[in-house]
């Protein structure tokens, strides 16, 4: 809601938009058909690859700076 709630994707990154969580969570009850519904799960299943491929990232940069990081410089 803080970035203004508007299903529409625009060129500024200071203008409204919808997050995929919030779009999940505001049209599931209204999914009436079959390709609704799906299209709802797949967003799911993209949120869960970018949660995915973020942490795993993370845990990459976790690893390199304890490596590194370790040592006194």
Known sequence: ???????????SLFSPGDTIASTIASQFTEATGDLYLSALIELGLVLFLMTFILNGLARLLIVATERGGGKPA
């Open 1 to 11: 809601m803080v970035i203004g709630n508007a299903a529409a994707i625009s060129a």
